[in-house]
């Protein structure tokens, strides 16, 4: 009788591949929630800045994507906690694997779906200037941020990836947290609001950390690292972890 | 040098004791019939063997190492059960090309030929399937990826009885072409005693027997006729069963090594002899009590 | 303030409805859509997606609207013309090529009477404007009228150009001024996003991108040496250059 021989990383890459093709409905709700948080960006701009004399009025609408960047990481953070669900966890059951390779399979897709929402998401700035292009006057378009950079559109892609990324690492962590004891449910959200409220500048440094950072290597050196560090954590949660109870 | 190798496992789900200090062996190759009644701790075990679940003490070894999250034995082993789960995005053809590079002996053409046979619909989602056909399905994954240990928890659940047999004859099939260690866990003895070399009876989380089918057939014999006549024969001995019928008739099963000697002179005091079928015997050596349901309507 | 907070709370109800019960809808309508028709659908999504970006690139320059350059010098430059009218006497500057400001009308009346009156439209009697009279060398029998505007910003867009002059007319010795309507502009301007806004130096929370100026217009006269000026009731709103009182 031969003996199987597998490694731990053909594992996860076969893994991966499998849940790519099963988790490849999820694009549809990415593209509602886009296409939602399009119509909101063009109806509602996000700044609205309105002068006047009692012969003049300016008002200054101001539009942007970030509904759209906003939108797909609220989907991306429901990704995440879904895949740490016992019904999406029972879907690795009949492939060959372990907890291992069942996150990094799950990490791995997170990943991909980071890349495919940012890259997207970004996309929507152009979308968003084209639709306003041709519904109204140019003579009203400030034309400075309408043409949009080619650079900046790489930037926002590169950066939109990197925060899904951050923030599917958290919401991973989270849903995996939850699995081993429901009590986090709870414990998490009183945690996070508890020291908003506590430790107010705590907090805020800590959220300056990501969002203050303007140098891009630096800032991508953090992302990658706590991410890292919170994928690291659900792994070793898990892996300790029964299945299939 | 057996394939699992189990020693004073025991498994606690909080309180609650799901195996007891269970000790057994299955040897390479053999199919084994893990029996035993509702919450008897067969599926636990079973999850154990396959690395699902982790003992709570005890040894349990699989290919020689623990089977818990381990990779090893992942990819040698395949555990088939009707709560099996496959996304709605891959279609039935779909699961068994994708499942397929997961297990190194897959056998295309066989996992094909069973599809066709049963004639499933490609374009269907395994969520879709009837409780029946989504047994066969799973049973087509266990038997085509020849995995050196196949287990079987409740293959046939809903499963009509045509399929059953079909069902039976594919693994019996290729079995002989392609041997590994199977085990079966399921109730229905009677239908798969053909198909089994080896029975592991637990009740309760603790092994009741294990031994080999034929073995288990000659195990027990049932005494029937005059009540005073067939307790003088049994008196002081363990009564495995016991039934009483009208007109002072008395119906007992007894295990044939205590009783041996003496088949002459209960034939001759004109008491009846029969063999025990194993469905029964199984059901009398996992009772609670030595009545059965009879008991709970004659009280009284 | 408030109603954008309403507004946020109503988007995240929208959010989580759909996330949670888009997929029980399709639970029970029971559309399966293999992996293979999902991955066009999202290859698709991307791919128009990305066709968009040289579709941008080659949308035709249409008349946009461009931000200045340096509004903070614009800015000075008009504040410093505007102050040098009312300190220096007479006018040191020539409001025609004075930067920050522009002009946006110029006629040119035929004097009928010895007399100049004003007459200055009720709607535009709000102290905005400044009425400059300076006195030509000669008598040519010409009235010139001209409108100037200093730059004229919201948020760094200078709409001082689409600005509509001051109507003004002239009968029998009195010019009148009437507004040309209450205006309203209405401007599109895109931001970056805030993942782009991090490496620019502004992050999502301080977007106020500077200050509005709004002045009013100037009306600069010039009129015939011996034209006799009446100010009546607009004497707030008319200046004598030439060191001139009336």
């Known amino acids: 009788m031969s003996s199987a021989e597998v490694n731990l990383l053909t594992a996860s890459v076969k893994q991966y591949h499998y849940k790519l093709k099963a988790y490849t409905g999820l694009v549809n709700r990415l593209i509602i929630a886009q296409m939602l948080a399009l119509v909101f960006s063009y109806v509602g701009a996000t700044g609205m800045m309105s002068s006047g004399n009692d012969e003049l009025t300016v008002t200054v609408s101001t539009y942007s994507a970030s509904m759209v960047i906003v939108f797909s990481i609220f989907w991306i953070i429901t990704i995440a906690i879904t895949l740490t669900t016992k019904q999406y966890k029972k879907i690795e059951l009949p492939l060959v694997g372990t907890r291992i390779s069942g996150n990094l399979s799950d990490v791995g897709f997170l990943l991909t779906a980071s890349v495919y929402a940012g890259m997207t998401s970004s996309l929507f700035g152009v979308l968003l200037r084209i639709i306003m292009y041709f519904t109204s006057d140019s003579s009203k378009i400030v034309f400075d941020e309408f043409s949009l950079a080619f650079p900046d559109l790489l930037l926002g892609m590169v950066v939109a990836i990197l925060y899904m990324a951050l923030i599917s690492a958290m919401a991973y962590c989270t849903g995996v947290l939850a699995q081993v004891n429901m009590a986090f449910v709870i414990i998490i959200p009183v945690l996070i609001f508890g020291s908003l409220k506590v430790y107010t500048n705590f907090m805020q440094s800590v959220f300056k950390f990501y969002v203050g950072e303007t140098f891009l290597p630096l800032f991508a050196l953090k992302i990658l690292f706590t991410s890292l560090i919170l994928f690291g954590i659900s792994l070793l949660l898990s892996n300790r972890m029964e299945v299939n109870r | 040098m057996g394939v699992i190798q189990c020693e004073d496992l025991t498994k606690f789900y909080g309180k609650i004791k799901a195996i007891d200090h269970l000790s057994f062996k299955i040897e390479e190759n053999k199919i084994t019939g893990l029996i035993g009644r509702n919450g008897s701790g067969k599926t636990t075990l079973l999850k154990m063997i396959a690395g699902y679940l982790k003992p709570t003490s005890g040894e349990l070894n699989v290919f020689s190492g623990k089977p818990f999250n381990s990779l090893a034995v992942s990819a040698n082993s395949i555990f088939i059960d009707d709560t099996m789960t496959f996304p709605d995005s891959l279609t039935l053809s779909d699961i068994l090309t994708e499942v397929a590079p997961f297990y190194a002996n897959w056998n295309s053409s066989l996992a094909n030929g069973l599809f066709d046979y049963y004639s499933f619909n490609p374009q269907q989602p395994h969520s879709n399937l009837s409780k029946g056909t989504k047994s066969t399905f799973n049973s087509i994954l266990g038997i085509a990826s020849r995995c050196p240990l196949t287990i079987l928890d409740e293959p046939t659940t809903g499963m009509d009885s045509a399929v059953r047999k079909d069902f039976y004859r594919a693994l019996l099939k290729d079995y002989l072409e392609y041997p590994r260690t199977i085990i079966i866990s399921s109730h229905l003895l009677s239908e798969i005693e053909e198909l089994l070399e080896d029975i592991l009876l637990i009740n309760q989380g603790a092994k009741c027997l294990h031994l080999s089918v034929m073995e288990l057939k000659e195990l027990a014999v049932g005494i029937r006729g005059n009540a005073q006549v067939v307790l003088s024969f049994v008196e002081g001995k363990e009564i495995l069963y016991q039934e009483d019928f009208t007109k002072g008739s008395l119906y007992v099963v007894i295990r044939r090594n205590l009783i041996e000697q003496q088949f002459e002179l209960i034939k001759q005091s004109g008491l009846e002899l029969f063999p025990v079928s194993t469905d029964d015997l199984c059901i009398y050596l996992t009772a609670n009590t030595k009545g059965g349901i009879g008991d709970v309507f004659s009280r009284g | ?246």
Request: no cysteine; net charge neutral; aromatic share 12%.
């Open chain 3, 1 to 246: 303030m408030r109603t954008s907070l309403v507004f946020s709370q109503l988007l995240l109800l929208i959010v989580l409805a759909i996330i949670f019960i888009f997929p029980k809808i399709r639970q029970k309508v029971s559309v399966y859509i293999s992996w293979k028709g999902n991955f066009i659908v999202a290859g698709l999504y991307l791919g128009l997606l990305i066709i968009l970006v040289p579709t941008l690139y080659m949308l035709p320059d249409k008349s946009f609207v461009k931000l200045m350059d340096d509004k903070d010098q614009a800015i000075v430059l008009s504040q410093d013309a505007i102050s040098s009218m009312y300190q220096h006497l007479p006018l040191a500057v020539n409001l025609d090529t004075q930067q920050g400001i522009y002009r946006l009308s110029s006629q040119t009346f035929k004097v009928d009477t010895k007399q100049l009156s004003f007459n200055i439209d009720g709607a535009i009697n709000s102290g905005n404007h400044q009425i400059f009279v300076e006195r030509k060398d000669v008598d040519d029998g010409e009235i010139e009228v001209s409108t100037y505007e200093a730059t004229q910003l919201v948020g760094g867009i200078d709409f001082t150009k689409l600005i509509l002059p001051l109507t003004v007319s002239y009968q029998n010795g009195t010019l009148s001024f009437r507004s040309a309507g209450r205006q309203t502009f209405d401007f599109r301007q895109f931001n970056p996003d805030f993942t782009v806004n991090q490496f620019k130096g502004q992050t999502f929370w301080d977007l106020n991108r500077g200050s509005s100026i709004f002045s009013g217009q100037i009306i600069y006269l010039r009129v015939p040496k011996s034209l006799e000026i009446d100010q009546g009731k607009y004497n707030d709103y008319i200046r004598m250059l030439n060191g001139e009182t009336p």
